[in-house]
T-cell receptor, first 112, second 113 residues
Framework: DGGITQSPKYLFRKEGQNVTLSCEQN?????MYWYRQDPGQGLRLIYY???????QKGDIAEGYSVSREKKESFPLTVTSAQKNPTAFYLC???????????FGQGTRLTVV | KQEVTQIPAALSVPEGENLVLNCSFT??????LQWFRQDPGKGLTSLLL?????REQTSGRLNASLDKSSGRSTLYIAASQPGDSATYLC????????????FGTGTLLAVQP
């Protein structure tokens, strides 16, 4: 089945730790995105990539980093610089920027 | 800055009713518009995409329209069912170099059996 796979489904982070969220797609999409969702707020864009080895900051990139070494993969690292990382993280992809977007099932990150 | 408002924030209806969800943008320069469904604790499922050259799209009991002149979109759900209960999100693509989707905060729909 084609789709977007995010792992893990749940992730717990200790204070001061970096953690990496995985996002893999087998849809042959060029564009990939990371969003953060908090209760009562709309999705906010963290980073996006429209082509391999290139990515741009979204609206709330501080405390996050990404890489795009392969077309299929767009991992997100939540660094210790992110002071309020507890949230639901969603990865998406589209054929190109601006076409229909498809989402993974999300990773819920909790700071313990 | 583009902002998206969805009205109502929450809605409860009896099974079988037809209903309308609203979405409006502060900047009417929208390239395309996408409606999503989100079940609790889950990712987003794409429902309908209205591209820049279109005014509406239909899929089964769902119909979405876009009025670019006013920056408003509506999602019409016919003959609602308990399985339609979810949060519905609209997202507009404002185009330009970034091609980013801007999301509303959603409408929480409960369809009572």
């Amino acid at each position: 089945d084609g789709g977007i796979t995010q792992s893990p489904k749940y992730l717990f982070r200790k204070e001061g730790q970096n953690v990496t969220l995985s996002c893999e797609q087998n849809l042959n999409h060029d564009a990939m995105y990371w969003y953060r969702q908090d209760p009562g707020q709309g999705l906010r864009l963290i980073y996006y990539s429209q082509i391999v080895n290139d990515f741009q900051k979204g609206d709330i990139a501080e405390g996050y980093s990404v890489s795009r070494e392969k077309k299929e993969s767009f991992p997100l690292t939540v660094t210790s610089a992110q002071k309020n990382p507890t949230a639901f993280y969603l990865c998406a992809s589209s054929i190109v920027g601006g076409s229909e977007a498809f989402f993974g099932q999300g990773t819920r990150l909790t700071v313990v | 800055k583009q902002e998206v408002t969805q009205i109502p924030a929450a809605l409860s209806v009896p099974e079988g009713e037809n209903l309308v969800l609203n979405c409006s943008f502060t900047d009417s320069a929208i390239y395309n518009l996408q409606w999503f469904r989100q079940d609790p604790g889950k990712g987003l499922t794409s429902l309908l995409l209205i591209q820049s050259s279109q005014r509406e799209q239909t899929s089964g009991r769902l119909n979405a329209s876009l009025d670019k002149s006013s920056g408003r979109s509506t999602l019409y759900i016919a003959a609602s069912q308990p399985g339609d209960s979810a949060t519905y999100l609209c997202a507009g693509l404002t185009g330009g170099a970034t091609n980013k989707l801007i999301f509303g905060t959603g409408t929480l729909l409960a369809v009572q059996p």
